[in-house]
């Protein structure tokens, strides 16, 4: 399959069987993160190679509780080229200083 966009509908080879799923992320060009509807999980994310998706057109059964699962999802770090930790905060907001340092006693 060519370059996957995000929240395009594919279908996942996995261990012979081919599940609906929609991309949430292509961090890499080895790797994809999917949405997908396990059985006895619900929806959750894999990552799978971009050789093992197909590209599908037609709406599937599970694909709304997919896109549900994407939009509780956050997507923070993502564009540009740097980390995703860095944009991120820095820790909890309620602890801005470190500790002050503490006296022997004397």
């Not at 279908?11 to 949405?35: C, H, M, N, Q, Y």
């Not at 971009?50 to 564009?79: C, K, V, Y």
């Amino acid at each position: 399959m060519e370059q996957t966009t995000d929240l395009e509908r594919v279908k996942v080879a996995d261990r012979g069987r081919e599940l609906d799923g929609i991309v949430f992320d292509a961090p890499s060009k080895s790797k994809v993160t999917v949405a997908v509807m396990d059985p006895t999980r619900g929806p959750v994310f894999r990552t799978a190679h971009p050789n093992t998706l197909t590209e599908r057109t037609e709406a599937g059964p599970d694909d709304r509780a997919l896109s549900m699962l994407i939009r509780r999802t956050w997507q923070g770090g993502r564009g540009g080229s740097a980390p995703s930790g860095a944009g991120a905060t820095r820790g909890q907001d309620g602890h801005t200083r470190a500790a002050m340092h503490r006296t022997t006693g004397k």
